[in-house]
């Protein structure tokens, strides 16, 4: 398989906890505060956030979680939706003959929540470390 990488030409920026350099970062409206670090507790005005620059190739920010989404949804489909549609047919959540078109919504669902834990783990993984764990 040939994977074709686009040029990393569209500029962004990630904006970081100075304590902790997490990109969790939360709008706050309290306190004289309006930025709060969902990790490590740090809370600031936006103007202390580090701002890191990078370049990436998805033309813009939601063109990332497209790009993120998909690519997880090609690793289930090229690597488990076979496996995967059996399980759906013995447990009667396809039927035969089966709409390809049921399958894979069966496994765009099931990328959303293997990716939705992904995140979610990541963040358990940056607030242990946070905490020196
Ligand atoms: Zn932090």
Redesign the pocket.
């Known amino acids: 398989m040939t994977t074709i990488h686009a040029p990393l030409n569209t500029k962004a920026s990630a904006m970081l906890?100075?304590?902790?350099?997490?990109p969790?970062i939360q709008p706050q409206d309290t306190g004289g505060y309006n930025v709060l670090?969902?990790?490590?507790?740090?809370r600031g005005v936006a103007s202390e956030l580090v701002s890191m620059p990078f370049y990436h190739e998805f033309g813009s920010d939601e063109g990332i979680a497209t790009a993120l989404m998909n690519d997880m949804r090609n690793v289930i489909a090229v690597h488990a939706g076979k496996p995967l549609g059996s399980f759906l047919l013995k447990w009667g959540f396809l039927k035969e003959p089966f709409d390809g078109a049921d399958l894979g919504r069966y496994l765009g669902a099931i990328a959303k929540a293997i990716l939705t834990a992904i995140i979610e783990e990541n963040k358990k993984i940056a607030e242990e470390a946070?905490r020196g764990k």
Do not use: D, L, Y
């Open positions: 906890c100075p304590q902790c350099s997490s969790s670090c969902g990790i490590c507790g740090w946070s």
